[in-house]
């Protein structure tokens, strides 16, 4: 006969099992719901038009320093993000759309989120399972930092990130061991780049595709997560000069990446080339909006 507080533990247990259980097949559904697909049809395609807004301006960026005969770096609008949200704001029914991508942005975030608490059961439980969920979990992250952006915008407190990047990156050097983080952060900014590399060069990107694609659909994912992957790498040099100098206004975002891109000897030609790519990205998230993969229910069976 089992003792009374041994009974009480195991019922805890397993009322804590049915909560967890309620819990994943309430996420499953949602992320299944017709309006939810809707949502992240939305939020793919507005993730596209951000990367291709950005590609614009580093293409904008690097032809002024053709026409100016020069290779550093020119003004105008920021290749960056929040440059996108800014290019969105001064069109026609800006506040539309930038409502429509935070909105769409705030949903791939929720998808992401579930993905990294219960998705990716089609890989073996461990280490590979707990990767991509913790990739999950760095998307959730991105997709709903750019929504924040684009309610800051809309709530006019929009401003530059590459601002940002330097203000947080001087208070980050100001603590104990603090050059040592940004150190830090710069090798994990240059590894994701590398791995971005990597997973447009293997086609990795495919395991988010349901079912097939073209091969021109291939070759976008190829180009663009391979551009992407440089310039994140190029970010992750400036934190590791800033850390090295110690000085946090070596720190900079993408726009910073494209524009020391567009200051190096052919510079104008090779921003060129990852403006290009960057477009290519934005037009790849336009194929994969309409086949994004979604966990079901026999990804994520339960255990007993």
């Keep these: 006969m089992n003792a009374p507080g041994r009974q009480t533990v195991r019922e805890i247990a397993d009322a804590g099992r049915r909560a967890a259980d309620k819990a994943e097949d309430s996420g499953q559904e949602a992320v299944q719901s017709k309006p939810f697909t809707m949502s992240l049809t939305v939020g793919l395609v507005a993730y596209g038009v951000v990367h291709i807004l950005v590609g614009w301006i580093a293409l904008q960026i690097a032809w002024s320093g053709l026409r100016s005969g020069t ?3 020119s003004g105008g609008a ?12 001064a069109q026609p029914f800006g506040a539309v759309l930038l ?3 935070a909105i769409g942005l705030f949903a791939l975030a929720i998808w992401q989120v579930v993905e990294a608490m219960w998705g990716h059961r089609d890989r073996p439980a461990g280490f590979k399972r707990i990767r991509k969920q913790i990739g999950s979990g760095g998307r959730a992250v991105a997709y709903a930092a750019i929504g924040v952006a684009a309610v800051r915008n809309l709530l006019g407190n929009g401003g530059s990130s590459n601002g940002t990047e330097e203000g947080w990156t001087a208070r980050l050097m100001a603590v104990p061991l603090g050059r040592i983080l940004v150190g830090v952060l710069a090798v994990a900014v240059i590894a994701l780049g590398v791995r971005l590399v990597l997973r447009g060069v293997k086609k990795k990107f495919t395991d988010d595709l349901a079912g097939g694609v073209g091969r021109g659909v291939l070759r976008l994912g190829q180009i663009g997560y391979t551009v992407k ?3 994140f790498a190029i970010v992750g040099g400036l934190f590791g000069w800033a850390a090295i100098t110690y000085d946090p206004e070596k720190a900079g975002g993408l726009d910073d990446a494209l524009r020391t891109v567009n200051g190096a000897p052919f510079g104008a030609g090779l921003l060129t080339l990852m403006a290009l790519g960057l477009a290519c990205f934005g037009v790849y998230c336009f194929a ?3 086949h994004p993969k979604v966990s079901t ?3 994520t069976g339960h255990q007993t």
């Design 71 to 73: 290779g550093g770096s």
């Design 229 to 231: 992957g440089v310039a």
């Design 99 to 101: 409502w429509i991508t």
């Design 297 to 299: 229910d026999s990804d």
């Design 288 to 290: 994969w909006a309409r």
């Design 78 to 89: 920021e290749a960056s993000q929040q440059g996108a949200l800014d290019e969105m704001a």
